[in-house]
């Protein structure tokens, strides 16, 4: 990956295989991004660096003052925004939407509770995702696509999409996959 410099924050997601991973397996030309969930940066970064033109949200204020210092630390421009979801972004459309969500089912491994809505994706891990992509077609460009991180861990769910396996990994806790979602 090309030379991306980023500093970690209390409270926020530090990149990890899930992150390592869309930044590798990504597709390079993405045209206008929205990152929802944002953390740290690296993936608004990575794609910014490819030329795209991202849009970055997050729930956490803290991501979002991690990610603004990592994108000037990397001299990338990017429209960040607090916004749950799509709160904030009413009558946009964007040619692809990725997203690394919170899809553990809730533990008690976290102190902080920034850190849990980070990785934590709802009673089965899967309803942060199926309310992700129940919402995102509106915001989506014709022929657009959204592009996401499955878990071995999360339920499985059915959705009125497409889906693509880009990318596929093991760890010794869990397999996680790199989907595309299309109409």
């Not at 030329?51 to 990338?76: F, Y």
């Not at 769910?157 to 989907?179: A, C, G, I, M, P």
Request: proline share 5%; with cysteine; aromatic share 10%.
């Amino acid at each position: 990956m090309e030379d991306i410099e980023i500093k970690t924050f209390e409270g926020v997601y530090a990149p990890a295989e899930d992150s390592w991973m869309m930044c590798n397996y990504l597709p390079s030309e993405l045209g206008s991004v929205l990152e929802i969930g944002c953390g740290s940066g690296i993936i608004s970064i990575h794609l910014a660096k490819k030329g795209n033109i991202v849009t970055s949200v997050d729930v956490n204020p803290k991501a979002l003052r991690a990610t603004e210092a990592n994108s000037k630390q990397n001299q990338v421009k990017l429209e960040i925004l607090e916004s749950n979801m799509f709160e904030k972004l009413q009558g946009r459309k964007f040619d692809s939407i990725v997203c690394n969500p919170p899809y553990l089912p809730p533990t008690d491994d976290y102190d902080d509770p920034e850190l849990a809505l980070a990785v934590e994706g709802g009673p089965t891990g899967s309803e942060f995702t199926i309310k992700l992509l129940s919402r995102a077609k509106q915001f989506l460009k014709k022929g657009g696509n959204i592009y996401l991180i499955i878990s071995s861990k999360m339920k499985d769910f059915n959705v009125d999409w497409k889906r693509e396996v880009l990318h596929q990994e093991s760890f010794f806790f869990e397999k996680l996959t790199l989907e595309r979602f299309s109409e």
